[in-house]
């Protein structure tokens, strides 16, 4: 394929990589020389200096001919803007654009809704813009996942039943000392392993490999069955009962919004009554016009502007007792700062907002249970629409050596009609679930599982043999 990014950031520079990692074609164009210099000594792709929202130097960049149009810059005006001029001219072109601005993203989710039952074949999407990547939304609905998960793991959901979550492995704990392949004996519910951390390092597992305190695995399982496999690591699920949320601006007011959304939900179920949550539960920032905000939006919490790192204000208002902190301000490090800080003066359990997997890694290092790396997400939805039809969703695990692709088994696939253990890669992939045609559910395979055109499979695979995986599986990049 051929990409053209708008947009020289981190985010852009990301892409790039995992693209050209892909052998992909990649052109990269930002207006800032210094950003235009910093991407050319890191990217074996042409890298220009120009204004990217210019038809005529998307043109001579090789736009006629590109599969794709990505825009990533730091406006998400530019981008809105850069769509529609380039869909007035290339309307068959796929384009992409990030929008930060929550009022951007939920006005053209509605227009869109709005005006489903008159779109036709000739219709073209709003802006022009076939994809519009919302980073805080997924961010945000991560934390939430995170916390009905008693903070305790990250994890990822795939449909309605099986989650996979990396669970810590306590001393002294049954699967301590234990041979992968002896795993199923300790319990009678499916599992499947996916990965294991060991020693700072992240890998696909084999039968052979020995499980040891302090690893951390990739565990995949039933949600309800959750609870028993973090038991077997020496783990449980906590209440979290007091929860305090730090940061009020975009991704936090989402958070407060799924969580009292939640909350209230759960209590009005049971006693058909609406619960006040302003107990066990309060916002925090020290901006003035995010904290009034915060307060107006939610009349029944208690919201307080005020320095989280105050420890002398954290223990007047009995803040450091609580059983969560969730940090989510726009200063990623200082997130990870503060949720390590709170830890140290008693609070249970945290979790964190970073920009990327690298300080994830360091978060955890912390003993920081839940780190969430924002433009990780932002990369990883980008690239599961880049990857074709066949690809509904990437998921980028750990520190970015394994990658979680979402597939369906095309024509194309060399896999069709195959049993699994015959086309098995030890170290490169291993199939986590099969949903087969005319099945609404996944499921765990097992080596004689036969796989056919059409199915949906979940593999998790090494970034540096996603490609050869792709084709194997028939899904064009």
Known sequence: MKIVII???FTGVQLAKRLINGKNDVVLIDNDEETVRHASNRLDCDVIQADGNNLT????AGLAKADALVCVTSSDEVNMITCSLVDSVYPNLLKIARVRNYA???NTADAAQKHAGDIGKNHRPLYGIDYMIHPDVEAAEAIVNAVEHGALTDSIPFGDDYELV????????PVDGQILQNIRTLTQKPILIAYIESSGETSLPSGSTVIKADDCL???ARKADIPDFLHLCGSKIKKLNKIALIGAGRIGTIVAERLIRRKQSMFSRLFGLQKKI?????????????????AEKFPDVKVFRADATDEAFLQEEGLDKFDLAICTTHNHEMNIVMAAFLESLGVENSICLVSSSAFAEIAHKLEIEVAVPLRDTVVDSIMSHLRGSSVTGI??????TL???EITISEKSQVDGKMLKDIAENGKFLILMVQKQGVSNFSIPTGSTVLANGDNLVLITTSTDNQHILEKFGAES
């Open 7 to 9: 947009g020289a950031g």
């Open 395 to 400: 998921h980028t695990v750990t520190d970015g």
């Open 104 to 106: 951007y993203y939920v």
């Open 403 to 405: 990658e979680i692709l």
């Open 57 to 60: 130097t998307l043109e001579e």
């Open 166 to 173: 990396r669970i810590p492995v306590e001393a002294g704990s």
């Open 278 to 294: 302003s107990q066990d539960f309060v916002i925090i920032d020290n901006d003035e016009a995010h904290a009034k905000q915060a």
């Open 218 to 220: 990739g565990i995949l």
